[in-house]
């Protein structure tokens, strides 16, 4: 069977986030899924998240795993501390140091990950992405060595710019 993890961000992805309406559409499609819920997501601290996010690594074994926002920059922290290597990455919507929140210091500053420890990786972003413009995808996308989509006009690519639900991510990960 199939095993996918979502790794969500800052402030969480409840409906109708496209990583809850994810996790709902492959159960029904008999998929196992862990929708991590990481906990104080309004004031997260990378140590917790990181134990959090580790242990359901190592318990659930996912094939897959999905990040968005915050939840990529954990997924690097994650890779710089030597996590098992999993077979499919999809990196939605990074952000650039945003240490100037307050509630997200501890996550900031983090190395780019010399290995992103997926056999293969994908990173999709908004050309109008107010946490990460254009230009420093692009500068991400080669540091990490990656297949890069930027979508137009997507915003941080969740609910408030129209992503509850999201037919390319599900076909994506149904293909892996």
Known sequence: ?????????????DLPHWQAWLAQELVVKNVAVAFVQLSNNDYPDKDVWMKEA??????????????????NILWFHLCNAGISKVKNLLLVAPTRDLSSYDELKTFFPVDVPS??????????TSDNDPYLNSQEAKE???????????????????????????DWVLEWTLKQ
Do not use: R
């Open 115 to 124: 290995s992103l420890k997926a056999k293969s990786s994908l990173m999709v």
């Open 1 to 13: 069977m199939k095993k996918v993890m979502l790794i969500h961000g800052w402030n969480g992805s």
């Open 54 to 71: 580790s242990d359901v690594l190592n318990d659930f074994k996912p094939d897959t795993v999905i990040c968005h926002s915050l939840g």
């Open 140 to 166: 991400l996308q080669i540091e990490l060595k990656i297949e890069h989509i930027e979508l137009h006009n997507a915003g941080h690519i969740n609910e408030n710019s129209g992503y509850g639900e999201w």
